[in-house]
C-alpha cells in the first residue's frame, strides 16, 4: 500500500511539473490583473474545481487581497450582483466547457471584467472568453480510470497558491500584514505575541550581581522559581547567566563550598532578545541553541527580563 501511495503522490507532483513548464512570462499579465484590481477578486468552479476555487479565494484573503467565491449554479440565479466592473474574475475548470460556468460568461463579458482561466482544455469556451488562460492540462489523473478529479485539481491549486504567492510579494506583504488577517488561533499567537507578553519582568526577573557568590545565586534562583538568573555587572549590564544546568555542573566537580565568585560558574555572554521582538522569534532562538531561559534586554543591555520555554508551551506559540 506504501508503495502505491508513494507512486500515485510522485504521479502529482510530476503532473506540476509539466504543468509549471507550460507557463510562460504572459502569466505576470494574469498576476498584473489580480495585483491592480480595485474591486475583488472573484474566483469560481463547479464540483472538485470549485472547491480548489474555494480555496485559491482564502488563500487570498488572507494575504492582502479581497476576495470571495461566487459558485456558478448560484450565479445563474441571482447571485451574478456580487460581480461589479471593478472585480477580476478567476475561474477553474478542467474541462473549461462545464455548462453553469459557462452560463455566467455573459454576464462577465457584457460588464467587460477581466476574466483569468486556469483550464485544461485551451480551446474550452472558457478559454476562448478568457482575458488570460493558465493551462493546467496534465495527461490523465491519478486514478485507475481517468475520471476523478486527483492530479488535475493538485495542479489548479499549485497554479492558484503560486498567483497568491506572487501578488503578495508584489504588494510587499509582510509578516506583520500577516498578523492582522490572522489574529486567533495558534497562527495569531505567533505573529501576534511579543516576548514582552510572556518574560518575567520586574521582581520577578531573577538578577545577582557580578559581585555576588554562589549562595546568594541560588537563593536567588530558587525565590523567582525559574532555575535560573541573570549575572549583571555594577553598572547593570547582562554579561552572564547561571541556570540549573551551570549548577549541576558546579556540584558534579566536586565544589563544596558556596562562596565562590558567579563569575567562575556563570555562562559568559548568553543569547539575549528585546522585549518587543516576537515571541516566536525568540522560540526560533532559544531551539536553534537548545536552551531553556532566554534573558532579555532593553538597548543598553540591561536585563529587563527573563523568557522561560515553559512561558512560550503555555501560552501556545509551541
Known sequence: MKTIIQKEMLSSSEAIKKASAKITKDIEKAISFIFKCKGKLVTTGMGKSGIIARKVSATFASTGT?????HPAEGIHGDLGMLQKSDVVLAFSQSGNTQELVSIIPFIKFHKIPLISITGNTESILAKNSDYVIDSSIEKDIEPFGLVPTASTTVQ???GDALAVSVLTQKGFKIDDFAQYH????????????ISDLMHKGRQNPTTKDSSDMQEA????TSKGLGCTNIVSQDNKLIGII???????FLSQGNISLKVSVLSVMTVNPKRMHPEELAVEALNLMEKYKITMLPIVNEKDEPVGLLHMHDLIKSGVV
Open 243 to 249: 541556570t540549573d544546568g551551570d549548577l549541576r555542573r
Open 183 to 194: 489574529p486567533g488561533g495558534v497562527i495569531g499567537k505567533k505573529l501576534l505575541l511579543k
Open 157 to 159: 491549486l499549485a497554479i
Open 218 to 221: 541560588i537563593i536567588e534562583m
Open 66 to 70: 479581497t476576495s470571495i467565491y461566487l
